[in-house]
């Protein structure tokens, strides 16, 4: 039974995206344990998770901060499986910005989950936060993550320089953007 103030969506294919909970601990840290060198190529927090009580304390801090409306971290969860996140990293209800971050378990790669993922996103951050403007931050050379904003039709702003430190490197991000004008137009 999930409680309604619990952030619960279906997807087409079983696919469903539920706010991470505690309980979800061991779910979390045995997807990213068995996907741990792709995630880790451009995720820098993947390295220092090095348990189930590192993925606990992650989901606790997470909650305290969706209870003060700062993210919202979902599981990608296909039946009893969790595989991968998604989520709004930061928002703002001030400014009424958000950043959504997201990965996927290896061999769920290829279906358009993340794509599908972020249009649930986009519909809760416009429709409900009543945000403005949702952003996606992508390394330069991540190209695969840098695919979802452009199928989305997210505008790019432009480059943040050496921004992200990713194995000892600083790498550029490039920020990309879809304002509530823009979604209007498109539906
Ligand atoms: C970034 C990442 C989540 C992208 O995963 P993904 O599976 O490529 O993204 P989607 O789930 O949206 O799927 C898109 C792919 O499915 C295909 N696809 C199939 N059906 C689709 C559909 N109905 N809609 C959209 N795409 C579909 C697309 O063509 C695309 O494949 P392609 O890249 O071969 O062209 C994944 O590579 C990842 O976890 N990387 C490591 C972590 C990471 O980089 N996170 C982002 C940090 S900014």
């Known amino acids: 039974m999930i409680e ?3 952030f619960y ?3 087409p294919g079983g696919y469903f995206l539920k706010l991470l909970e505690s309980k979800d601990a061991s779910a979390l840290f045995t997807t990213i344990e068995a996907n741990k060198t792709e995630l880790s190529q451009w995720l820098p927090w993947v390295e220092s ?3 189930v009580t590192d993925s606990r304390a992650f989901i606790e801090e997470s909650l ?3 209870k003060r409306n700062e993210n919202m971290i979902a599981g990608i969860w296909h039946g009893q499986k969790l595989v991968g996140c998604i989520g709004f990293n930061e928002i703002n209800l001030h400014t009424r910005k958000a950043a959504i971050g ?3 378990a290896r061999n769920y790669r290829g279906k358009g989950i993340i794509t599908e993922s972020c249009r649930v996103l986009i519909e809760y951050g416009f429709g409900e ?3 403005n403007k949702i952003e996606i931050l992508c390394a330069d050379q991540n190209l695969k993550s840098r695919a979802i904003p452009q199928r989305l039709q997210f505008k790019e702003e432009g480059t943040l320089r050496d921004y992200l430190r ?3 490197q600083y790498v550029n991000i490039i920020i990309y953007s879809l304002s509530r004008r823009d979604w209007h137009a498109m539906s």
């Open 9 to 11: 969506r279906s997807m």
């Open 64 to 66: 305290r901060k969706n």
């Open 166 to 168: 990713l194995h000892d």
């Open 102 to 104: 997201y990965w996927l």
């Open 4 to 6: 309604a103030s619990i």
């Open 129 to 131: 936060l009543m945000l």
């Open 49 to 51: 998770t090095r348990s």
